[in-house]
């Protein structure tokens, strides 16, 4: 049995490596891309059986404690290598030198990464600042919510929380913003969602961090919250887990952290225990 899992684990690997060297040559790009891959990702029952056997079966603060400890065996990149990184995760599977941007959906040069106009940089899903945590090895270093995204629009998301309603802005790719709160476009909600999700059972207030929870409010600033609770339940039935989403997951077990984000594999999770 453990010759036959070995192998299975082995397969999903070449698989991913097969993904990324498939893919095609490079170009600039600056339209809305699909986030689509051709390629078969792992599905959750790879995993029920050695990943996540100490969770299933669970559900409410028994579920999630048991996911907190299976994820959290994880390992720690730098800030700096979230850069490198995050060029593979979020390769536009059409184009391997661009990468998608996850509010916008344009697809970008991988080369165009920093702090100017026109460049994309670092967007961490759950706000930096939600928590106090910044950018140092930790939650402000967990590429499970780190994201590339337009300078302009990472600004214009700033520490909102989520909510639905607003207004749409330039390159917001139909994501919508008001005073309090942001959208992102439809394509992405449920990813939205289950990284946040991801982040409120990965840190509990263990190892030196703060203890972050997903609650009903949009005006949460500094306190380590994020809401609203019951728009990003609906996001998350709304918009599944789609093949990019899938093979990032993938990606960053196979190549990076070597943990996973349980509720791209299991999105029924969030229900069990919220």
Known sequence: MLAIRTRRRKAVALATAA?????????????????????A????SDYD???????????GDSLKSSL?????????LSYSAVWDALKVTD????????VILLYSGISRSKSLNGGDTGDWNREHVWAKSHGDFGTATGPGTDIHHLR?????VNSVRGNKDFDNGGSG??????????SDSFEPRDAVKGDVARMIFYMAVRYEG???????????????????YIGKLGVLKQWNDEDPPDAFEERRNQVIYDAYQHNRNPFVDHPEWVEAIW
Do not use: C, M
């Open 91 to 98: 390769q536009d599977p059409a184009d391997s030198g661009n």
């Open 41 to 44: 990702p792992a599905t959750a």
């Open 148 to 152: 590339p995204e337009d300078v302009r």
């Open 206 to 224: 263990g190892d030196g961090w703060a203890d972050l929870e997903v609650n009903g409010s949009v005006d949460n600033g500094s306190s380590p």
């Open 19 to 39: 993904v990324l060297a498939a893919l095609a040559a490079p170009s600039l790009s600056a339209t809305p891309a699909t986030a689509t891959t051709a390629a």
């Open 169 to 178: 802005f330039t390159d917001s790719g139909g994501s919508l913003t008001d």
């Open 49 to 59: 059986s050695t990943y996540y056997k100490d969770a299933i079966g669970k559900t």
């Open 68 to 76: 907190h400890t299976i994820i959290s065996d994880q390992t720690k």
